[in-house]
């Protein structure tokens, strides 16, 4: 069973920063585009930046310039560096792999971060 573990969510203040992590399997990772999303309370999970196994990123328009999507392929993990953060960033963050060569996809659990002062 395909795991993604993640971690580094919790409360920050306006302004602040947080780290994301993802870990998962070799297997998954090496193939896979690795991506956060996020889904506030009410509304529709939303991608938040994506990097593929060539290093290629995508971000939301909101983020752009504030957080910092990461990968180090010895640990099998992705990363979202977070800055300048607003409470409109509060939510759960999900990590998502998507396998490149089928299109299969697999979620963490989801982290909560909570921008509030």
């Known amino acids: 069973q395909v795991q993604l573990v993640e971690s580094g969510g919790g409360l920050v203040q306006p302004g602040g920063s947080l780290k994301l992590s993802c870990a998962t399997s070799?297997?998954?990772?090496?193939?896979?585009?690795m991506g956060w999303y996020r889904q506030a309370p009410g509304k529709q999970r939303e991608l938040v930046a994506t990097m593929n196994t060539g290093g290629t990123t995508n971000y939301e328009d909101s983020v752009k310039g504030r957080f910092t999507i990461s990968r180090d392929n010895a640990k099998n993990s992705v990363y979202l560096q977070m800055n300048s953060l607003k409470p409109e960033d509060t939510a759960v963050y999900y990590c998502k792999a998507r396998r490149i060569l089928d299109g299969a996809t697999y979620w963490g659990q989801g982290t909560q971060v909570t921008v509030s002062s």
């Open positions: 070799r297997s998954i990772f090496s193939i896979s585009t």
